[in-house]
């Protein structure tokens, strides 16, 4: 099992950037693939990014390339999301997670096994 907790959440306005971190714990972090999800008030939990074990491989979710950008240090157990050109519909709780199992790549929130608590983030219009 791993152990995270993402930071950098808050409030920002239309247009601003904000730049998300997860700090991983538990176990070997380089082997396994890590995401970013969202859930906005009365929605489902969607995906928001993926990044591959070693970092050479990134996933996106719909629209959001190109404004959000997704990376790791595998030395410092760490995963960043920076968020660019942010919307008011980008408000929601982001969460950091951890695939289940080394060296397999997804983007389905069930192959996830291990997530962090989560963080605010609201934009503002």
């Known amino acids: 099992q791993v152990q995270l907790v993402e930071s950098g959440g808050g409030l920002v306005q239309a247009g601003g950037s904000l730049r998300l971190s997860c700090a991983a714990s538990g176990r070997t972090f380089s082997r396994y693939t890590m995401g970013w999800f969202r859930q906005a008030p009365g929605k489902e939990r969607e995906f928001v990014a993926a990044?591959?074990?070693?970092?050479?491989?990134?996933d996106y979710g719909h629209s959001l390339k190109g404004r959000f950008t997704i990376s790791r240090d595998n030395a410092k157990n760490t995963v960043s999301l920076q968020m660019n050109s942010l919307k008011p519909e980008d408000t929601a709780i982001y969460y950091c997670?951890?695939?289940?199992?080394?060296?397999?790549?997804?983007?389905?929130?069930?192959?996830?096994?291990?997530w962090g608590q989560g963080t605010q983030v609201t934009v503002s219009s």
């Open positions: 990044i591959s074990w070693s970092g050479g491989s990134t």
């Open positions: 997670a951890a695939h289940r199992t080394p060296y397999s790549m997804s983007s389905y929130p069930d192959n996830f096994g291990s």
